[in-house]
């Protein structure tokens, strides 16, 4: 049976049992869906709450009393693969911010292979053009974007190295032909939809070693996500797009003008909720896109009208501002309650998505390991999974 069986078996259970602790949709919700946390998570005011989502062991130490289960699960030991022996920079990675340079050495560190190499997803070839120097071997490196393609170029003719870009759609089948089974297939940071089809094609191929490091989970063709594995399948979740974020939602990061912004944001999005249903007479939250910051720069009225265009709904001659937003602010602290309750999940989550990755390469006859590949620090999305085909 596979390493990963019995822990996925264990996710699968916990996530479908606690799904009304994650599936939801913090907005739409009037009143805290759980009677029984209300002592704990009424009594943190605003700013201990936003204490606790920059802290999430203080969180899970808080809520574990109430639901004991995800602490068990939260300690799950993933492990930790090679780091680069050190981040030295060549000439020809100035320009190359310095997390995204930590990444890719750590990432270049558990690679060895004699085959060629292809590099999904490339943006510039960063990655592909550190391994074709490391292992000697030929990259090929798959970006649409053909500036990008273009500047890896330039950057590989200058080392004089065998490295070449295709510049084409990873989505389009055509691209399924550049796996070939002898091969190291690469993908840093492929998003979601995107990594889905590595998986696919690599395996379809016969690649004889992938290597990728997951993210963007939600952003997949369908509206659902549909299991790659046959555990994943029997699992029976059924996984939005909107939980697919959930794994992405980290702790705010930047500084104290981002702050104001998101609280700008939270409040203006919540009041706009309110002088809706009271406009429509329908007591259902109605989901805005995103927009530009600049939007946040103006004030509510400018803000809500901008919102009603998009929603076509007719703007009153007058808002009274004030109203909205004072009743958008206890809604925002119900939302951030909601919030810390459905963030205990991101890393179940996130490790059921890995373990789907993983169990379905298994499935499919390759030999898998799955582990952080780089420090917090450099990058939040820092899991590799790594595969190598059995012989
Ligand atoms: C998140 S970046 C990762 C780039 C690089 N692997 C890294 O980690 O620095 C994703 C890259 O995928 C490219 N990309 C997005 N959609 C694509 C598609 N359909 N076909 C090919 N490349 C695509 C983007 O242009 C971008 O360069």
Request: one cysteine or more.
């Amino acid at each position: 049976m596979s390493d990963f069986a019995p822990h996925f078996e264990r996710l699968s259970g916990l996530l479908a049992r606690h799904c009304g602790d994650w599936q939801r949709l913090p907005f739409a919700c009037r009143t805290l869906p759980w009677p029984e946390l209300a002592p704990v998570l009424d009594a943190l005011s605003e700013s201990e709450l936003d204490a606790l989502e920059n802290n999430p062991e203080a969180a899970l130490g808080l809520l574990a009393p109430y639901r004991p289960e995800i602490t068990a699960e939260q300690h799950w030991p993933v492990a930790e693969l090679k780091r680069a022996s050190d981040y030295a920079t060549p000439r020809w990675s100035n320009g190359i911010p310095g997390r995204k340079w930590a990444q890719i050495r750590d990432f270049a560190a558990n690679i060895t292979t004699r085959h060629s190499i292809l590099e999904w997803c490339a943006g510039k070839g960063h990655l592909g053009r550190l391994l074709a120097l490391e292992q000697g071997q030929a990259v090929t490196s798959l970006e649409w974007n053909a500036d990008l393609c273009r500047q890896g170029e330039a950057l590989a003719g200058r080392l004089g190295l065998e490295h070449r870009f295709y510049c084409g759609d990873a989505l389009a089948p055509e691209a399924a032909r550049l796996f070939e089974p002898a091969q190291q297939a690469v993908a840093l940071h492929a998003c979601g939809e995107l990594h889905l089809r590595f998986l696919e094609h690599g395996t379809a191929a016969g690649t004889q070693a992938l290597a990728l490091s997951p993210c963007c989970y939600h952003l997949i063709d369908g509206e659902h996500y549909a299991p790659l594995s046959a555990a994943g399948r029997r699992a029976g979740l059924t996984l939005s797009r909107h939980d697919l974020r959930l794994p992405l939602q980290q702790q705010v990061t930047g500084g104290e003008r981002v702050r104001r912004l998101r609280h700008t944001e939270l409040t203006w999005r919540l009041a706009f909720d309110e002088l809706q249903r009271e406009l429509t007479g329908c007591d259902h939250y109605l989901p805005l896109p995103a927009f530009p910051k600049q939007l946040l720069s103006g004030d509510f009225t400018a803000f809500a009208r901008w919102a009603c265009e998009k929603k076509g709904l007719a703007m009153p001659a007058h808002i009274h501002s004030e109203h909205w937003l004072a009743a958008a602010e206890s809604r925002r602290l119900l939302v951030k309650r909601i919030e810390l309750v459905r963030h205990l999940y991101r890393q179940p989550l996130e490790l059921w998505l890995l373990l789907d990755r993983a169990l379905f390469l298994e499935e499919r006859g390759y030999r898998v390991i799955l582990g952080t590949f780089t420090e917090q620090a450099n990058t939040p999305r820092r899991y590799l999974i790594q595969a190598h085909r059995r012989p």
